[in-house]
């Protein structure tokens, strides 16, 4: 409802009547939500405990770190104590002895290697960091779906967006589109086409992976698709109208509308590549890391966002 109102109305006031009264409403908006946050600071529930996870997250690995070169010596001993055992006792516990030969870097912090950290919360460190290898994956798709909001924004402020003579379609609408279309498809995709192609008479199994291999597709094929519409637009003759956004600018004689096509596919990659990562992302996670998890899929989100516009 936030996105709808700020796309909307926020730029219709901005583009259209004031610049400063449009711009005026989020930060007078922003300000009202902080006091009425602080006036009822008394009545939330904060739970106390131990040392947070993030700060044990960053002990642990920084413990590692700093003592890597243990690694090395913790299989050695492991391995000489491997060859003064029994051979009866070797061959009785072979496939416990090969699961510890496998030592992670992070073992090293561990209290049965001589660490300072407990076993099981390094192992749970050790599947946070599983998930690292997606990152710089998804960091590559919200580099490219960042130009939604810039490369779209640009193209649309040099395509006619007049709708009659007295009233300018505010560009930065068109983000509703891709709103809407997330609205539409995740209730849509979770109750009905999901469970059909997974169930037991399905076709094929269609896991998170998939789903987001499909909506790096879609996401590519937005791209294509905006770049199609940058040909036409180019190809089309421009109106002695100078561009809200430019003043050096003529606008084209293609509608602003036509982009709505492009704002669709980039929300239905939403539907399938980002709330489902997110999803893969707390899934591989235990429950008192998922706040750890969550978080660097807002870093990632923001490097993506920072590099899209480094680019």
């Known amino acids: ?19 400063a009264l449009g711009w005026s409403i989020p930060t007078v908006a922003m300000f009202c939500a902080i006091v009425i946050f602080l006036l009822r600071s008394k ?3 904060e739970p106390r405990g131990d040392a947070s996870m993030t700060r044990k997250f960053i002990g642990i690995s920084w413990y590692a770190i700093k003592n890597r ?6 299989i050695s001993d492991f391995r000489h104590n491997i060859l003064n ?39 749970q460190v050790k599947m946070v960091y599983a998930v ?23 193209q649309g402020c040099q395509m006619n967006y ?52 499909l909506g790096y597709f879609i996401l ?23 561009s809200t956004c430019d003043s050096t600018v003529f606008i084209s004689d293609l509608n602003v509308l036509w982009q709505i096509p492009q704002y669709l596919l980039v929300g239905t990659s939403e539907v399938f590549a980002s709330i489902t990562s997110l999803e893969f992302f707390a899934g591989q996670a235990p429950e008192s890391m998922k706040s750890i998890v969550y978080a660097l899929n807002l870093v990632v989100t923001g490097i993506g966002f920072l590099l899209a516009a480094l680019l």
């Open 69 to 74: 070169k243990r690694k090395q010596e913790i």
């Open 132 to 154: 690292f290898g997606f990152l710089p994956f998804m960091t590559l798709y919200w580099i490219v779906y960042s130009a939604m909001n810039s490369l779209f924004y640009s």
């Open 43 to 45: 009545q939330y529930h």
């Open 1 to 19: 409802a936030g996105a709808l109102i700020s796309y909307t109305l926020i730029s219709y006031l901005c583009q259209d009547i004031s610049f």
């Open 220 to 242: 590519a094929i937005a791209m294509i698709v905006a770049g199609l519409i940058e040909i036409w637009r180019k190809s089309m003759d421009t109106f002695n109208i100078r």
């Open 85 to 123: 055992s029994f051979t009866a006792d070797i061959d009785d516990n072979n496939d416990d002895d090969n699961d510890d030969i496998n030592i992670s870097w992070l073992d090293v912090a561990k209290l049965r290697y001589n660490g300072e950290y407990d076993n099981n919360l390094v192992d």
């Open 162 to 213: 007049m709708i009659t003579e007295s009233f300018d379609f505010p560009i930065a609408t068109l983000n509703d589109a891709d709103i809407i279309i997330i609205l539409i498809l995740v209730p849509i995709m979770d109750r009905f086409i999901y469970p059909c192609i997974n169930g037991p008479n399905g076709c094929c199994k269609f896991g998170m992976l998939k789903k987001i291999g």
